[in-house]
């Protein structure tokens, strides 16, 4: 199944409890081979993706940057990091660095990135299904399902295979 990106988040709302529920139970007492398995999940999922056909994540959320991020990017860019933080970024809440504004400002009109070599490290570890101790994140998950159709089929399949 391959939910489109339009009924994505009325399905990801439909799923919201069952799924919380399962990662209460999953962060109470996850399986000895939860990280093998998230990797294999994630590994399929992926081989029959295409990001670029989506971009969601780019055109409705933004990355955090670290401070190694905007180095490497406003050295890229040719810009002072100063220059960089005023151009692109703004501080949150949180007092981290996000976008200023999403659609991502460096997101082509044919879903490629313009940084994509330099891209943050949030980005190049989106959508963070393959990460170890994949338990402790799924706060992240959770938030990830409505903006990525790959999360909610790596989900779906992940209660299928590991039922809790």
Do not use: W
Request: proline share 6%; net charge positive; charged share 30%.
């Amino acid at each position: 199944m391959n939910p489109q990106i339009n009924i994505l988040q009325k399905l990801a709302k439909d799923k919201q409890v069952e799924n919380k529920k399962y990662f209460d139970k999953l962060k109470k007492k996850a399986p000895k081979n939860l990280d093998y398995v998230m990797q294999d999940l994630h590994d399929a999922e992926f081989r029959k993706t295409d990001c670029l056909e989506c971009a969601n994540c780019c055109k409705t959320t933004g990355p955090l940057f670290t401070s190694a991020d905007i180095e490497r990017i406003s050295k890229h860019l040719r810009l002072k990091p100063q220059q960089f933080i005023e151009q692109y970024l703004r501080v949150d809440e949180d007092n981290d660095y996000v976008l200023q504004t999403v659609p991502c400002a460096f997101l082509d009109t044919d879903n490629t990135c313009f940084i994509y070599d330099v891209r943050p490290k949030a980005c190049r570890e989106f959508p963070h299904t393959d990460r170890k101790k994949f338990q402790q994140i799924t706060n992240i998950t959770l938030k990830n399902i409505p903006i990525c159709p790959a999360v909610y089929n790596i989900v779906e399949e992940m209660k299928k295979k590991l039922p809790l």
